[in-house]
Nanobody
Framework: QVQLVESGGGLVQAGGSLRLSCAAS????????MGWFRQAPGKEREVVAA????????YYADSVKGRFTISRDNAKNTMYLHMNILNPEDTAQYYC?????????????WGQGTQVTVSS
C-alpha cells in the first residue's frame, strides 16, 4: 500500500503562488493515477486536478484551469501542484490521493492534507 504525505501549504496573499508536493512511499508510484483534492470549511471535497500514471494525461477543474499545473516525477515518487494567481476562494485543506490503474478505480489512498490560506 502506498502512503502519501503532502507539504508546501501556507499563507499567501491573493495573486501569489504556492507549490504543493505529495511524497509517496510504500508502493510503486507509477502504478497509481494521482489526484489533488481540496475541502473548504462547510463545503464538500472537490477534485482540483488529476494526472495519469505516466504524467501524459491531466485533468483540471474549471475553477483552476490556467492557474494550476499538476505534474509528477515518478523517479522521485512525488507529485506536485503549482498554484498561481491564487485567490481567497482557493483557501482550503488540500489532499493528494492515489488510485489503481484499473478503470473506474476509486481513490483508495489519501494523505493527511496541507492547509492553503489565501488572504485578500
Amino acid at each position: 500500500q502506498v502512503q502519501l504525505v503532502e507539504s508546501g501549504g501556507g499563507l499567501v496573499q491573493a495573486g501569489g503562488s504556492l507549490r504543493l508536493s505529495c511524497a509517496a512511499s510504500g508502493g510503486t508510484f507509477s502504478s497509481y493515477h494521482m489526484g489533488w483534492f481540496r475541502q473548504a470549511p462547510g463545503k464538500e471535497r472537490e477534485v482540483v486536478a488529476a494526472i495519469g500514471w505516466s504524467g501524459g494525461r491531466t485533468y483540471y477543474a474549471d475553477s483552476v484551469k490556467g492557474r494550476f499545473t499538476i505534474s509528477r516525477d515518478n523517479a522521485k515518487n512525488t507529485m506536485y501542484l503549482h498554484m498561481n494567481i491564487l485567490n481567497p476562494e482557493d483557501t482550503a485543506q488540500y489532499y493528494c490521493a492515489a488510485r489503481g490503474l484499473r478503470p473506474y478505480a476509486p481513490y483508495d489512498y489519501w494523505g493527511q492534507g496541507t492547509q492553503v490560506t489565501v488572504s485578500s
